[in-house]
């Protein structure tokens, strides 16, 4: 640029005028200043005018200056493709300049710009940034050494990939090595920034680093005692990430490192003893953990629990002195959204009561969730539960005489860490804690009625993590008293507790499961009480803990006076709420487990739910229409509003069965589902899925019109990429062949090379697979002459996945299906024949003619092959195996 850029002085003062107003609280003035800023986007020069506030009018106040930079920054984001050449020339030269500006807010606005100019694909574009920044590093003048340090910290952030690429010519390989140079720079912040640059590059395992890996942790090792926290902090960060790439070259030096890391967990600085802590949870995922650290637990586990305590802070953020707050309404910022787990079929097995869930909600150790997230607390007690779960009973040797102290603590502080550590431990040194928790249990119900809300709040958790070991004993001894008193704790005046107890009786309700059946009058009164008390917070918490109640006690539930108790305030909620309002998914949720745990009992409320499901539905794809073909004018819609309606309309078949049928007959639910069925989003097909399942086992006649429409969706969503979705659509086509019959048959092709491809592909989750064997046993059983010809594909995988489960209808129509199979193809079978015999004897008492479909088989077999043949087969049968067949089948 031969002519310097100048600003026209009556357009310099309109911009200042307006920075200066936009520091304004009042949201109407951000309002208008907002759209003068959209307007002032239409001048070319605009940009320039904020480049030039920030790096030139040194007469303008600092926090205006770096205003204008973010302003700059934001249009970068949104229209740098759009910046005259000129402009985006003006900008990067003016940077580069200031990088060294001797305010340090300016400093890292110029960085901050910088990195986003970087971050729109610039890299490449911008040749000289890199080589110039590096070179500034050698700066005599600190300011522009710790400006350019700045940038470049925030470029590795920002474009690690790119940086590690060959689109760049691979700038590391030079940039590594001097960042190391800098370790030992006399200012701590040059530091700080050096390894902050390296660090970037440690978890992607670079290249450029690895070949530098042995200096890299010499210099670590040579700041380990650094006076300035920030550097302890990105020392510590360094290690933990190491810990997970490099473990071969801590290994060495590890007694060193445990022994730093226990002191730098005790760091007077609470952002360094939160990353050191962070080392703890990482070495317990390690194979090395038990052998690196047993000779070290007498020092870690006093260290730990010492983190598990509130620090001052803490209690005032959780403004740990107001004790009844329940009549305060909650902060709507507090309130997180909530997602909804959409429904999936699975199969009962042999010796539970349904498939355990693989999410764990009981682990986060979320007690105190309105602080900073993650703190130095809340990592203490994970890294302690991991540990627990690594070295089991032999950390108890060193838990057990803390606990004592702890527990029994007049200071209302200690005794709360106690009881944190007791949860924290729960599940990795339960049997070492069994012969103490006859008289734990009855220390921690009596805790319940602290006067100290944080430590009422913290026992319900900590019970919660006991609930397993408290329903396995007689009900009088420890679960009624603990039901009592948490039922009491569920209407404490704090909010806090209110929520912890409402969270913990959930857990205990899945646990106890029909143990609750006795005190339900009891129960209900309480969660039906809680319903005029609660904010509305704890509200959504209620819903579940109701749910959880249904699904536990089942058709129990279906009394007419429980129902009295319970209807009348759900419904009055259920007219409250908006369709618009979020709200509604918890309410959803928990009506369908009411509904189906009440069965016939709800149908007096059955029809203004079922109608107002299908209007959610009909509203949401209406909107969808509209967002798809207008974009501008429509937002799209929010789906959830969509699933949660699909999934209670599940919930209502699978409760009401035939009852069902008017309000089918009377809506046009299926044209719904039809469009449902082809939704992009996944969630939404695999609600349609479960739905179509549902109501073809409650009113088929008004399912099989549509089924020619139907069979084709569900053919090409057999892809088990998406596993739920998969597993509903095998689970539907499975319902439909039985209520199909044989005219199933101009169907069996769209599906059936797909689900013999699924049942043999390795990994795929257990329930897919069980559903999978099911859908094409009974495929087989309507259809024999199209499936059994594929037999010697699927027998032995189908085998293998179903002798785990229980018997019920499911596994009976399945097993005829195979039975007929083998009758119309026993060649099939042949050469897996143990696997079917195997099977056959997975089941406890099959209907008489199903036994005597096996005898045919099993004898059959046996006269093929003649006595000593069979001999010779059967002496490979594990004995009871060999057994089973004898007692039951005389084979």
Known sequence: MEC???????????????????????????????????????????????????????????????????????????????????????????????????????????????????????????????????????????????????????????????????????????????????????????RSHAIGCVNQFIISRTQALMLHIDPFIENLFALAADEEPEVRKNVCRALVMLLEVRMDRLLPHMHNIIEYMLQRTQDQDENVALEACEFWLTLAEQPVCKDVLCGHLSQLTPVLVNGMKYSEIDIILLKGDIEEDEAIPDNEQDIRPRFHRSRTVAQQHEGDGIEEDDEDDDDELDDDDTISDWNLRKCSAA????????????????????????????????????????????????????????????????????????????????????????????????????????????????????????????????????????????ILDTLVFAFSKYQHKNLLILYDAIGTLADSVGH??????????????????????????????????????????????????????????????????????????????????????????????????????????????????????????????????????????????????????????????????????????????????????????????PYIAMVLHQLVEIINRPNTPKTLLENTAITIGRLGYVCPQEVAPMLQQFIRPWCTSLRNIRDNEEKDSAFRGICTMISVNPGGVVQDFIFFCDAVASWVNPNDDLRDMFCKILHGFKNQVGEDNWTRFSDQFPMPLKERLATFYGV
């Open 556 to 745: 129990h539930l279906n009394k007419p006076e429980y129902i009295q108790m319970l209807m009348p305030p759900l419904i009055q909620k259920w007219n409250q709420l908006k369709d618009e309002d979020k709200d509604l998914f918890p309410l959803l949720e928990c009506l369908s487990s009411v509904a189906t745990a009440l069965q016939s009992g709800f149908l007096p409320y059955c029809e203004p739910v079922y109608q107002r499901c299908v209007n959610l539905v009909q509203k949401t794809l209406a909107q969808a229409m509209l967002h798809q073909s207008q974009p501008d004018q429509y937002e799209a819609p929010d789906k959830d509003f969509m699933i949660v309606a699909l999934d209670l309309l599940s919930g209502l078949a699978e409760g009401l069965g035939g009852n069902i049928e008017q309000l089918v007959a009377r809506s046009n639910i299926l044209t719904l589902m039809y469009q449902c069925m082809q939704d992009k989003m996944p969630e939404v097909r695999q609600s349609s899925f479960a739905l179509l399942g549902d109501l073809t086992k409650a009113c088929f006649q008004h399912v099989k019109p549509c089924i020619a429409d139907f069979m084709p969706i569900l053919g090409t969503n057999l892809n088990p990429e998406l596993i739920s979705v998969c597993n509903n659509a095998t689970w539907a086509i499975g319902e439909i062949s039985i209520q199909m019959g044989p005219e199933m048959q």
């Open 383 to 522: 890294a302690l539960d991991v540990l627990a779960n690594v070295f089991r009973d032999d950390l108890l040797l060193h838990i057990l005489p803390l606990l004592k102290e702890l527990l029994f603590h007049p200071e209302w502080v200690i005794k709360e860490s106690g009881i944190l550590v007791l949860g924290a431990i729960a599940e990795g040194c339960m049997q070492g804690m069994i012969p103490y928790l006859p008289e734990l249990i009855p220390h921690l119900n009596q805790c319940l009625s602290d006067k100290k809300a944080l430590v009422r709040s913290i026992t319900c958790w900590t019970l919660s993590r006991y609930a397993h070991w408290v329903v396995s004993q007689p009900p009088d001894i420890h679960l009624k008293p603990l039901m009592t008193e948490l039922l009491k704790r569920i209407l404490d005046s704090n909010k806090r507790v209110q929520e912890a107890a409402c969270s913990a009786f959930a857990t205990l309700e899945e646990e106890a499961c029909t143990e609750l059946v006795p005190y339900l009058a009891f």
């Open 4 to 190: 310097e850029w100048k600003p026209d002085e009556q357009g310099l003062q309109q911009i200042l005028q307006l920075l200066k107003e936009s520091q304004s609280p009042d949201t109407s003035t951000q309002r208008s200043v907002q759209q003068r800023l959209e307007q002032l986007n239409q001048y070319p020069d605009f940009n320039n005018y904020l480049i030039f506030v920030l790096t030139k009018l040194k007469s303008e106040d600092e926090p205006t200056r770096s205003l204008s930079g973010l302003i700059l920054k934001n249009n970068v984001k949104a229209h740098y493709q759009n910046f005259p050449n000129g402009v985006s020339e003006f900008i990067k030269s003016e940077c580069l300049q200031n990088i060294g500006d001797s305010s340090p807010l300016i400093r890292a606005t110029v960085g901050i710009l910088i990195t986003t100019i970087a971050s729109k694909g610039e890299l490449q574009n911008w040749p000289e940034l890199l080589p110039k920044l590096c070179l500034l590093l050698d700066s005599e003048d600190y300011n522009t050494c710790e400006g350019a340090f700045g940038a470049l910290q925030k470029i590795c952030e920002d474009s690690a990939e790119i940086l590690d690429s060959d689109m760049l010519d691979r700038p590391l390989n030079i940039m590594i090595p001097k960042f190391l140079q800098f370790f030992k720079h006399s200012s701590p912040k040059i």
